[in-house]
Nanobody, 112 residues
Framework: QVQLTESGGGLVQPGGSLRLSCLAS????????MGWYRQAPGKEREFIAL???????NVASSQRGRFTISRDNAKNTVSLEMNNLKVEDTAVYYC??????WGQGTQVTVSS
């Protein structure tokens, strides 16, 4: 089982930026498809981005241009760079190893 730990959430003003990180346990990280999702209060969990072991990415069309997913296999880490944040980006952000496990989530609040 792969354990995932997110970090980097917090409070940011509209238009600001945040970088979320997700640290994975174990030795198989480099072979995993990794993703980021989010869930806002009262809403379903929403796909944000995916990165495969080769570094190829798929970002939801609604986030393309603002959000970037990346990975560092040497550090067992997948990151989500978020720019020009909006109030509607407020949510709990989750990292996942597709088909294996989810992190506990990290809160992102965008507010003035």
């Amino acid at each position: 089982q792969v354990q995932l730990t997110e970090s980097g959430g917090g409070l940011v003003q509209p238009g600001g930026s945040l970088r979320l990180s997700c640290l994975a346990s174990g030795s198989i990280f480099s072979s995993l498809n990794m993703g980021w999702y989010r869930q806002a209060p009262g809403k379903e969990r929403e796909f944000i981005a995916l990165i495969n072991p080769d570094g190829n990415t798929n970002v939801a069309s609604s986030q393309r241009g603002r959000f970037t997913i990346s990975r560092d296999n040497a550090k067992n880490t997948v990151s989500l760079e978020m720019n020009n944040l909006k109030v509607e980006d407020t949510a709990v952000y989750y990292c996942c190893a597709l088909g294996l496990s989810w992190g506990q989530g990290t809160q992102v609040t965008v507010s003035s």
